[in-house]
Nanobody, 124 residues
């Protein structure tokens, strides 16, 4: 059973940087897609970024391209989301997710394992 635990959220100012971590356990993740999603109050959960564990190939939502970087530590089984040049509209609860597949998808319903979320608040 996949277990995901996020950490690293906090309160920052616009323009600041923050790195989220997702500690993954319970499986070997070579055949997994790992994703980051976010949900702001009153809005639907939206895709942010994903990584194919085996190859480290990545995929990003347009609004975060060039600002956010997803990566993984293959030894520690941690997935990171480095967030630079944060904006007020990046404020949300950020979730780590996993799906056993090699295919990228932005549909949250296709991810089968989720963490509890970590709050990111960006003040303007």
């Amino acid at each position: 059973q996949v277990h995901l635990v996020e950490s690293g959220g906090g309160l920052v100012q616009a323009g600041d940087s923050l790195t989220l971590s997702c500690a993954a356990s319970g499986r070997t993740f070579n055949n997994f897609i790992m994703g980051w999603f976010r949900q702001a109050p009153g809005k639907e959960r939206e895709f942010v970024a994903a990584l194919r564990w085996r190859s480290s190939a990545t995929y990003y939502e347009d609004s975060v391209k060039g600002r956010f970087t997803i990566s993984r530590d293959n030894v520690k089984n941690i997935v990171y989301l480095q967030m630079n040049s944060l904006k007020y509209e990046d404020t949300a609860l950020y979730y780590c997710a996993a799906r056993e597949s090699w295919i990228f998808t932005v549909d949250a319903g296709t991810y089968t394992s989720w963490g509890q979320g970590t709050q990111v608040t960006v003040s303007s």
